[in-house]
């Protein structure tokens, strides 16, 4: 373990997890280490139940990491493989800490990653272009794919098939690749909107398994088979092998959208979708900023596969239960406890096991890493993070062991060092702050009291104690704040009382070079700058040097100021009297510490050790100043001690509480020395960190401990004595920090400014570079290690150098990083980086005359004519000795042999070798194109396109040369240029070469290819025959690929091009909008297509029909003739909805204004006669003939039964398509098909559980009752009579729906004995009786909600009596007990015993489902011990239930009531049981309740016939049901 090696902290506070990757974060297969992406490196965790430990860093890119993931293969559980923007896919080992290997085939920003479960050595990534990359690193092989042109955004391998990998991208696309099939698109999953943020593959091989859960008659199939497949596990066959005759498995996708969608493979649709709740957190409301921020991560753990795990909108984790029935599927994480779930979005959650625990971990936008124990859903234990560089740590004085960090991210952590059962016990402080927390100080005697300093010059005091925001000072540093100091108040604070003025001031020093003391009793008032007693006090008149760092003597006597030019000032308190100047340092100080005063050695509480920019420690004893302060102030040039071995400034120091003279300091060298002082000698050296060190402090109460703070985001905890190494490295760090400081541009700087102070935190918008965590966050950028003050080093030796700069903020990522320059007073001075302008120079008059001199072809032969003049001299010579010799022939070419560039004057040997010297030259000079110019010259042009083909240098010149050398030739050159080409991804022009030998088929061939399809056409439609195949087959290629990208109007286009009119018209209506539909119904009726263009003409008017325009609809559908009876549908419909609207115009007011026709019809005649009035003048039925033909039309047309979940407009087309049946049943006299439709169309709104609207059909339809209907069917038909008692059992149902709710007011003095001591004489209706109680005091409240009042039914006079007539009330009486007694046919003893028996029915049912369930989620856990357990804690089969009054019940025991239920069921007529029929025994209680009203007497013989049947097939959940139904 990386943890245990020599040197490694002890504990560690990491750097935040980056935020917006998909994949960041991972855990190892074997459940030890869980890892994160922080920045440009990976935090290893090993992780227990209880506290996690640090385990190491994986470091090695250069930019963020995007992606990491382990390798879950098995054996394996050491390799894991990272991602970065640097374009670099690592893999690691853990165990060493060390890269394996690493491939950079990327050339776009990688967005995802992921280590295949199957496969030991696949990592596949994919990038922001949508190139997905598969590389194989044992054999160091890769592949490419190019699925879609689209931003991916996560992928996932699959878990059970090696060559799957689901791929989300950012429009809300997923697609399944096989990487076996060159990347092939297996699925194309559409639904989400918007950005897919996670993939998770279902753990469970097959789909047998949603199915089952969502199936209750396949629950029972399911068990089976996951028993079948559990006992060829332990027999030696694994899972996979079981299921590999199929690919079936689900896939959930998390969306930006809000919501999950589970996918199945083989169906190609989503099978579930679940919708994010709103969660509104306690104090406060939802905040709508924070629905934007969404980020949704999935999670689908292995060992609940019936489980999925996702994020939410604030931060809170979901647990979805696939299973479950209703609307609310979740339970959320960590509410037993308040302050468990994170506070802003969460980014990843992976799953381990450990400990025989089964621990989530989560990262999120709060910094936090949390571990959460699956089976009580509670958090076990928090791991903080840090978002900024670490600026300051402080310790606690009065509560010792808790430490203060101040970071860059604008934040305040107090750790608890000494918890014992939470290591990482930190709290975090955010209120107020909003910079980056530049210096810490604890109150040195009051508890909880923190004074904090800002980047942008805040000073504020913090009570750690409470959850107040802070006091601030009102009094503003210019610049940052360096150092805060609590200590003895000086003048004018000294001057009171002792109760007048605090024992302890705060004083604050920052980059404008100014100390300001603030009174902490009343921040609100203004600080004091202390300069101006020093001035007064020492008469001081020149300038005082800028200040730097503060620190007061333990005892409070003494202060030391450090100064800007490498100065300390020892000032005596409480006048601030100068004592003594110590000037050893030269540039500026950083760091000011005092020994303890509890040293062995009285003595040693006078040192006082100092930091500065020159990377030496000096420690100056001035024991002598103080005990005898001289008159002058003195100047102290030698150290009492010299510590040398850091290479780079000091920036903390701290002296070690525990021993004599033991001091610590940090530096940029990024090291931590500890030191012996009073031997000057290095002890120990430190070098965990990653960066430079910032801050460090050695813990009060553990001796042997230390914290440094640094700019890699991180605090360690480490043991001096556990250290390799005792001096800081010479020379590998400098090296890489001389690299950094020369990355830094530096311009010059036009006027020397001498510095005011330590340079500040450099502004947010100019050195912004966004690497993480990007949000509203601070995003941190590396400091400048000696600033663009080192410009000007080499002008003045007494130039300082500035403090610690912080780092950048970024607050506009479209900035771009600019150089950080510190502000300088009168005048402010800016350095900026401008670009570099060249001069221009204007051409003269001659200058556009001149032209490039082109190259010369023999450049040999014109450089030897170039030489001194006696060599010249000498090649005359030579010539003339050549040329006029006696045997010229036989001595020419020998003169010539070594003087090639004579063979312009010899003959034609000589002036091709020449030629050849020069072609020579050429070819090693990189221009091919001279030399074959050359043998060209010589004649040899077939040589020279052979040679241009070999080194693939052929050019259209050549080419067009080529035929001089014969037809032959000719042709092979082209076919040469034509494969050069093609190499060279220049399709089109080979297109045209190969054209140029008369291949038109290998042209258009080359073109399909290559996707240029328009200009393979071109081709093809210009020098193919018209009906040649391959130009269908270009279109039908070109179609399909148009259709996969979403470009249908074109496809059409090419469909119609390849006379397939069928195939446009569908590919056009693929859209589904308006247009699309209209424009494909058009286009099929154009094509002769008459049953397809009545298709999209139908979709059409219904599409129509939902924006409410009837007008559009009729047009569209009036094209058809076949579609009469449709228009009939939507003529009832409009004339339904119009009537519903002026019926109750409040309750169908809709923001879309209806488009009625303008048809005249009587308002006085019914609504069936309205309706055929309009179908008789309009469309023209006026016969029985034709009402039967449109009947049989209608009749075959079935619409899916309603549900609660329908929508109303659609609803309402479902009860008109029943009534036009209906209405043309009524014009043929064909009764009985007329009260089914009736029927059907009632128990549609019945079903949906819209009462008003079934009321209203009612009305319309039957108003009053439905006896006229009785005379007209034949007796001797029991199908037609069953159906008529169903009908006027609705229609009943109605009425004594509007008797409950109209009951005036006043005569609701209930008497809740009277149905109360009915119903409950039975003792086993105990239920049923405390149900009846409550819903009759809840309706009494709820009755005058309605719109019935008392004073519209009754006028009470004073003496009691009614101003109405006792002749009316009793008619009114009379009407009302007339209909409750027409309610009686509503008491079927039949129909209440078949609907008891299906109860029956269902309650075993879902007690068979729950002891599945159970024993599934049993077998599940099980499955990862070791055969012999498995075997030992199994549960059987008929592993017990319980029943309703808590007796245990087996599995055999329910499949006996199920089949003794099922005859039961079988017994009863089908008259009886496939007719709809309302609950009976909701009736009766319904009436029993009425009755009880005493407004309204309930007969006798109707309330010993309820009582019967309610004592006779007494339910709960009917009593349930009815509370629901009539009393909410």
């Not at 079936?248 to 919708?275: F, H």
Request: proline residues 5%.
């Amino acid at each position: 373990m990386a943890a245990a090696a020599a040197g490694a902290p002890e504990r560690v506070l990491p750097a935040s997890p980056n935020w917006y990757c998909s994949r960041c974060s991972d855990a190892s297969e074997d459940g030890s280490l869980f890892g994160f992406a922080a920045r440009n490196s990976i935090c290893l965790l090993v992780v227990r139940s209880g506290v996690p430990t640090f385990h190491g860093e994986l470091v090695g890119h250069t930019e963020r990491v995007s992606g990491f993931s382990f390798c879950h293969y098995p054996g394996q559980s050491n390799y894991c493989a990272s991602s970065s923007d640097d374009g670099a896919v690592k893999i690691w080992d853990v165990q060493t800490l060390a890269t394996v290997t690493e491939h950079t085939l990327h050339q776009n920003i990688i967005s995802a990653l992921h280590w295949s479960p199957q496969m030991k050595d696949l990592v596949v990534s994919g990038d922001e272009k949508g190139i997905v990359i598969c590389y194989w690193h044992n054999r160091s092989n890769s592949q490419q794919f190019f699925p879609e042109p689209r931003t991916i955004f996560c992928l996932t391998c699959s878990p059970h098939h090696e060559n799957l990998v689901a791929i989300g991208y950012k429009d809300g696309i997923v697609v399944i690749i096989d990487i076996s099939r060159k990347g092939e698109v297996v699925h194309r999953l559409r639904g989400h909107d918007d950005e897919i943020h996670s993939l998770a593959w279902c753990p469970v091989l097959g789909e047998e398994g949603l199915s089952s859960w969502q199936e209750e008659g396949q629950v029972l199939l399911y068990l089976n088979v996951m028993v079948l497949l559990e006992e060829d596990a332990i027999n030696g066959c694994s899972l996979e092998e079981v299921a590999t005759v199929t690919k079936s498995c689900y896939l959930a996708s998390g969306s930006k959208d809000q919501t999950i969608r589970v996918w199945s493979y083989t169906r190609n649709r989503a099978v579930m979708t679940l919708k994010l709740p709103f969660l509104k957190r306690r104090g406060g409301s939802f905040e709508s900023a924070v629905k934007e921020r969404l980020w949704l991560t999935v999670h689908w753990p292995r060992s609940q596969p019936t489980q999925i795990f996702s994020s939410c909108f604030g931060g809170e984790l979901l647990q979805s239960d696939l299973v479950q029935t209703g609307k609310r599927k979740w339970v959320l994480l960590g509410s037993s406890t308040e302050g468990q779930n994170h506070s802003r979005i969460v980014f990843n959650l992976c799953s381990l096991r450990s400990e025989g625990r089964e621990l989530l971990l989560s990262i999120s936008m709060d910094r936090d890493v949390k571990c959460w124990d699956l089976a009580t859903l509670d958090c076990r234990w928090t791991m903080p993070s840090l978002g900024g560089f670490v600026y300051s740590l402080a310790f606690s004085p009065v509560d010792t062991g808790c430490l203060a960090i101040g970071v860059g991210d604008n934040m305040i952590r107090v750790w608890n060092t000494l918890s014992i059962n939470n290591h990482y016990d930190v709290k975090t402080f955010w209120q107020g702050i909003k910079s980056k927390v530049t210096a810490l100080s604890w109150h040195p005697t009051k508890e909880g009291c923190l004074a904090f300093g800002t980047d942008d010059g805040k000073v504020g005091i913090y009570d750690t104690y409470s959850n107040k925001p802070p006091q601030i000072s009102s009094s503003y540093h210019k610049k940052t704040v360096y150092a805060l100091a609590w200590g003895p108040p000086v003048p004018p604070l000294s001057l009171g009382g002792d109760g007048d003025r605090p024992s302890v001031t705060l004083y604050s020093c920052a980059g404008e070079g100014i100390v300001f003391q603030h009174n902490p009793w009343k921040l609100n008032g203004e600080a004091h700058d202390i300069n101006k007693v020093i001035r007064g006090t020492n008469a001081i008149k020149h300038k005082l040097p800028a200040h730097t760092e503060i620190s007061w003597k333990p005892d409070g006597s003494i202060l030391a100021i450090g100064n800007e030019d490498g100065s300390m000032e020892i000032f005596q308190a409480p006048e601030l009297k100068l004592l003594c100047t110590i000037q050893q340092h030269h540039k500026l100080i950083n760091a000011i510490r005092w020994h303890h005063d509890h040293a062995a050695q009285p003595e040693l509480s006078y040192m006082i050790a100092s930091g500065s920019n020159n990377a030496v420690v000096y420690v100056h004893n001035i024991k002598n100043v103080i005990e005898n302060p001289p008159e002058r102030p003195v100047t102290i040039t030698e150290p009492f001690r010299t510590l040398l071995g850091h290479t780079a400034k000091i920036t903390s120091l701290s002296w070690s509480p525990h021993h004599d003279g033991r001091l610590v300091s940090v530096s940029y060298d990024g090291t931590a020395e500890v030191w012996d002082v009073l031997k000057e000698e290095p002890l120990h050296n430190y070098r965990g960190h990653r960066g430079r060190l910032l801050c460090v402090q050695w813990s009060p109460v553990e001796a042997d401990c230390i914290y440094t703070g640094a700019d890699d985001f991180c605090v360690h905890k480490w043991v001096p004595a556990k250290q390799e190494h005792s001096r800081p490295p010479q020379g590998k760090k400098s090296i890489e920090l001389e690299k950094k400081r020369s990355l830094a541009l530096k311009p010059k700087a036009k006027k020397k400014k001498k510095p005011l102070g330590k340079v500040p935190a450099v502004p947010d918008s100019e050195c912004a570079v966004p690497t993480v965590n990007e949000d509203e966050d601070a995003v941190e950028t590396p400091l400048e290690e000696n600033g663009l003050l080192d410009q000007e080093a080499g002008k003045a030796q007494q130039e300082p150098e500035e403090r610690p700069s912080t780092e950048g903020h970024k607050d506009s990522p479209t900035h771009p990083p600019l150089a950080c320059a510190p502000d300088v007073q009168k005048p402010p001075v800016t350095f900026r980086i401008l670009p570099v302008r060249k001069e221009h120079i204007k051409p003269g008059p001659d200058s556009s005359m001149k032209r490039k001199k082109p190259r010369s072809i023999l450049p040999l032969s014109t450089s030897l004519d170039h030489r001194s003049k006696e060599e010249l001299h000498q090649d005359c010579m030579r010539l003339a000795t050549c040329l006029h010799s006696k045997g010229q022939k036989e001595d020419l070419p020998s003169c010539s042999r070594d003087h090639v560039h004579l063979g312009l004057f010899t003959n034609r040997p000589t002036l091709y070798r020449l030629m050849e010297a020069e072609g020579r030259s050429h070819l090693e000079n990189g221009h091919p194109e001279l030399f074959q110019q050359l043998m060209i010259w010589k004649g040899e042009l077939k040589g020279a396109l052979q040679l241009a083909a070999e080194r693939g240098e052929l050019t259209d010149q050549l080419v067009a040369l080529s035929p001089m050398a014969g037809y032959q030739a000719w042709m092979w050159t082209v076919e040469a240029f034509t494969k050069q080409l093609c190499f060279q991804e220049q399709y089109v022009k080979a297109a045209s070469h190969l054209l140029s030998l008369h291949k038109v088929y290998e042209a258009v061939e080359l073109l399909k290819t290559h996707s240029f399809f328009r200009e393979a056409i071109a081709i093809a439609k210009a020098r193919l025959h018209p009906e040649d195949p391959v130009l269908k087959d270009l279109y039908t290629s070109w179609a399909a690929i148009l259709e996969k990208d979403g470009h249908y109007s074109l496809a059409a286009k090419c469909y119609l091009g390849a006379a397939a009119p069928y195939d446009a018209a569908k590919v056009l209506s693929k859209k589904g909008d308006l247009t699309s539909l209209k424009a494909a119904a058009e286009l099929s009726l154009i094509a002769g297509e008459k049953e397809l263009s009545v298709t999209f003409s139908f979709r059409c008017a219904q599409e129509l029909l939902s924006a409410k325009n009837w007008v559009g609809a009729q047009e569209v559908l009036q094209q058809h003739e076949s579609l009469l009876g449709q228009r009939l549908v939507f003529c009832l419909h409009e004339l339904l909805h119009k009537c519903l609207s002026e019926r109750n115009p409040v309750q169908n007011r809709s923001p879309s204004i209806p488009c009625y026709h303008s048809w005249v019809v009587n308002q006085d005649c019914s609504f069936i006669e309205i309706v055929t009035t309009v179908w008789q003048s309009i469309f023209g039925v006026h016969t029985a003939e034709q009402a039967q033909n449109m009947f049989e039309q209608l009749q075959n047309i079935q619409y899916p039964p309603a549900t609660s979940n329908t929508p109303p407009q659609q609803l309402l087309f479902y009860v008109s398509h029943e009534l036009t049946l209906a209405l043309l049943s009524h014009q043929t006299a064909s009764w009985k098909e007329a009260v089914k439709a009736i029927l059907r169309a009632v128990t549609q709104s019945y079903d949906a559980g819209n009462f008003t609207l079934m009321h209203e059909i009612c009305n319309i339809i039957v108003p009053g009752d439905c006896d006229h209907l009785r005379e007209k069917l034949d007796s001797s038909d029991i199908q037609s009579l069953s159906a008529y008692r169903s009908l006027q059992a609705f229609v009943a149902y109605v009425q004594l729906y509007n008797l409950w709710w109209n009951f005036p007011g006043d005569s609701l003095i209930l008497e809740h004995g009277t149905l109360t001591s009915e119903v409950c004489n039975n003792e086993q209706s105990t239920l049923g009786c405390q149900i009846s109680c409550a819903s009759t005091s809840s309706s009494t409240e709820g009755i005058h909600d309605t719109e019935a009042r008392p004073e519209e039914f009754f006028h009470k006079k004073d003496d009691g009596t009614s101003s109405e007539t006792d002749s009316s009330i009793n008619l009114n009486l009379l009407k009302k007990r007339q209909a409750l007694s027409s309610c009686g046919v509503l008491l079927s003893e039949q129909h209440a015993a078949v609907q008891s028996v299906r109860r029956d029915i269902s309650r075993v049912q879902q007690s068979l489902a729950t002891l599945i369930h159970q024993h599934q989620k049993n077998n599940l856990q099980q499955s990862t011990t070791d055969e012999q357990d498995l075997v030992e804690t199994q549960l059987p089969l008929s592993s017990p239930s319980m029943n309703e009054v808590g007796e245990p019940i087996s599995l055999p025991d329910l499949m006996k009531q199920l089949t003794e239920a099922n005859q039961k069921l079988a017994e009863f007529p089908s008259s009886i049981k496939d007719l709809p029929f309302p609950d009976v025994l909701e009736c009766c209680l319904v009436m029993l309740h009425v009755g009880a009203q005493r407004v309204v007497d309930l007969d006798p013989e109707l309330r010993e016939q309820c009582l019967h049947l309610l004592q006779k097939f007494r339910a709960n959940d009917v009593y349930r049901e009815a509370c629901r139904k009539f009393f909410t």
